[in-house]
């Protein structure tokens, strides 16, 4: 069976640091994978998606970047970390057309 | 972009009340998700109607589609404290080729013991 893995759960960030994001996927190959943002208490935004190995697409500019270094590996970064870029980060990968997603990240930064 | 808009944006009902939440949208769609959300963790996948249905059930949940309206509505019958939870309609928009899911803004459950 397909799963999704994506750590740490929590992080606490200072202003200006860099961030990594981590996200697995199992039992699938050449899947599309997603990072989604979301605000407390508010929707889903997506930020990356990626159709395959090094093909990131972004659908809203900001300070993060997405990298997809193997097919089942999608990785979330900044190099500087603003105060705005505090969210809980969902990774997520879809089949045809249902979406898993991992568990989140909790990422304050302060 | 998030095309999807839920209501109300939180419901509080007694313990085995029905709970009705609604989503409106924007463009053309393929097809349309209803996700769950408990506090804190991931989306786990409810319940999917196509954009030729316009009713769909399983269990508890009831998901009707309007597309003329381009609306949705999720009911959940005899609710449970365990309902309790952010609930997410997503939508694929049919021009869109690279597969992407938009998620409304959610409404938020509590089901009172």
């Known amino acids: 069976s397909q799963t999704i893995h994506q750590w740490p759960a929590t992080l606490v960030q200072p202003v200006g640091s860099p961030l990594s994001l981590e996200c697995t996927v199992e039992?699938?190959?050449?899947?599309?994978l997603y990072w989604y943002r979301q605000a407390a208490g508010r929707g889903l935004q997506l930020l990356f998606y990626s159709v395959g190995i090094g093909q990131i697409s972004s659908e809203v500019p900001q300070n993060l970047s997405a990298s997809r270094p193997q097919d089942r590996q999608f990785i979330l970064s900044s190099k500087k970390l603003l105060l705005s870029d505090s969210g809980f980060y969902l990774c997520?990968?879809?089949?045809?057309?249902?979406?898993?997603f991992g568990q989140g990240t909790r990422l304050t930064v302060v | 972009s998030q095309q999807g808009e839920e209501d109300p944006q939180a419901l509080s009902i007694q313990e085995g009340e029905n709970a009705t939440m609604n989503c409106s949208y924007k463009t053309s769609i393929n097809n349309l998700q209803w996700y769950r959300q408990n506090s804190g963790r991931g989306l786990v996948h409810l319940i999917l109607?196509?954009?030729?249905?316009r009713e769909k059930h399983s269990g508890r949940l009831r998901v009707t589609l309007d597309t003329s309206k381009k609306s949705s509505s999720l009911l959940i019958t005899a609710s449970r404290a365990a309902d309790t939870a952010s609930y997410f309609c997503?939508?694929?928009?049919?021009?869109?080729?690279?597969?992407?899911?938009?998620f409304g803004t959610g409404t938020r459950l509590t089901v009172i013991p």
């Open positions: 997503a939508t694929d928009e049919e021009e869109t080729g690279a597969n992407n899911l938009f």
């Open positions: 997520a990968w879809r089949d045809r057309v249902e979406a898993f």
């Open positions: 109607i196509r954009s030729n249905e």
């Open positions: 039992g699938t190959s050449n899947p599309n």
